[in-house]
């Protein structure tokens, strides 16, 4: 059974950071794409950044040079590192597990960036 819990958010002041962590169990994360959505209210969830296996990372346009995605495959972890946050980043943040099959989801933890 894969599980991922998230963990980090909450609320910090706009040109603050937060740091959200992604714990995986069951059998997957080394071998896998991890990412990082969110989803605001209202709005649809869209994708925030990705990692491969190998490190290799991909960002939204809207986070490209303020956020940073990492991962620590022994300890099957996956990080999001935010920093300058807007006020419209403000949203649930969900890590996500690419399986071959489908893909596996976190239960979400809130960002709220107070203005």
């Known amino acids: 059974q894969v599980q991922l819990v998230e963990s980090g958010g909450g609320s910090v002041q706009a040109g603050g950071s937060l740091r959200l962590s992604c714990a995986a169990s069951g059998s997957i994360f080394s071998g896998n794409r991890m990412g990082w959505f969110r989803q605001a209210p209202g709005k649809q969830r869209e994708l925030v950044a990705t990692?491969?296996?190998?490190?290799?990372?991909n960002y939204a346009d809207s986070v490209k040079g303020r956020f940073a995605i990492s991962r620590n495959n022994a300890e099957n972890t996956v990080y999001l590192q935010m920093s300058s946050l807007k006020p419209e980043d403000t949203a649930v943040y969900f890590c996500c597990a690419y399986g071959s099959k489908a893909n596996y989801w976190g239960q979400g933890t809130q960002v709220t960036v107070r203005s």
């Open positions: 990692i491969t296996s190998g490190g290799i990372t």
